[in-house]
């Protein structure tokens, strides 16, 4: 993994794990709902952005490994794999 976006990840990982944490001590003492759902939802958007992350990593590192190989079609079907979960 390329030292930039695994340092990236790391932090919004991070990020996350402190909402997370934020989001249960809101349930513990019974917060709004509304603000729980937000709050939830925050951690989703940042959950994509380190998928997006590890998808450009991928992308510039192991897919562009296989296409240079021989393997285009192995990493053709990766990606696509990858688009399909995202449009989830």
């Known amino acids: 993994m390329h030292k930039d976006i695994k340092q990236k990840a790391l932090r919004r990982?991070?990020?996350?794990?402190g909402q997370v944490q934020?989001?249960?001590k809101m349930v513990e003492e019974d917060k709004y709902c509304i603000d729980i759902i937000?709050?939830?939802a925050a951690v989703k958007e940042a959950l994509?952005?380190?998928e997006d992350l590890i998808l450009e990593n991928h992308l510039t590192?192991?897919?562009a490994h296989?296409?240079?190989?021989?393997?285009g079609?192995?990493?053709?079907?990766?990606?696509?794999?990858?688009?399909?979960?995202?449009?989830?």
């Open 38 to 40: 937000t709050q939830s």
């Open 13 to 17: 990982l991070a990020i996350v794990s």
């Open 73 to 88: 079609k192995q990493a053709t079907e990766e990606i696509l794999k990858v688009y399909k979960l995202k449009r989830k």
């Open 61 to 63: 590192t192991h897919a």
């Open 66 to 71: 296989q296409m240079m190989s021989g393997k």
């Open 22 to 24: 934020g989001i249960k």
């Open 48 to 50: 994509s952005g380190v």
